[in-house]
């Protein structure tokens, strides 16, 4: 199993990114994709998931309204759109996976939870 993020950068607050999780050894109908995030001297946090059964999206507070989640089964891909960027959002970002059943309804929101994790990719947002 392989999640490949790309799509990181340098941006302008105020402006938008597109993240890609590409996955292989595994399918997105089977496997929920969450993204992450990693500030620096920060704990990794919970940004995003989109559930593998329905494709629901959930999202951090933080986030809602600015950031869409989206997969694409045809290139196994899942996206993540970042608009409306502001300095608090500079962290590396991960893309996990897991498909296990949980004991809990949120699990998604738990780094611990996922088997699989890409390598990340840099956003950062500055003027």
């Known amino acids: 199993v392989q999640l490949q993020a790309s799509g990181g950068g340098l941006v302008q607050p105020g402006g938008s990114l597109r993240l890609s999780c590409a996955a292989s050894?595994?399918?997105?109908?089977?496997?929920?994709i969450g993204w992450f995030r990693q500030a620096p001297g920060k704990e990794r946090e919970w940004v995003s998931f989109?559930?593998?059964?329905?494709?629901?999206?959930y999202y951090t507070n933080s986030v809602k309204g600015r950031f869409t989640i989206s997969r694409d089964f045809a290139k196994n891909t899942v996206y993540l759109l970042m608009n409306s960027l502001n300095l608090e959002d500079t962290a590396v970002y991960y893309c996990?996976?897991?498909?296990?059943?949980?004991?809990?309804?949120?699990?998604?929101?738990?780094?611990?939870?996922?088997?699989?994790w890409g390598q990340g990719t840099l956003v950062t947002v500055s003027s």
């Open positions: 996990a996976a897991d498909s296990s059943s949980h004991a809990y309804s949120s699990w998604y929101k738990d780094k611990d939870e996922y088997h699989y």
């Open positions: 050894g595994i399918t997105l109908d089977y496997y929920g």
């Open positions: 989109i559930s593998s059964s329905d494709g629901r999206p």
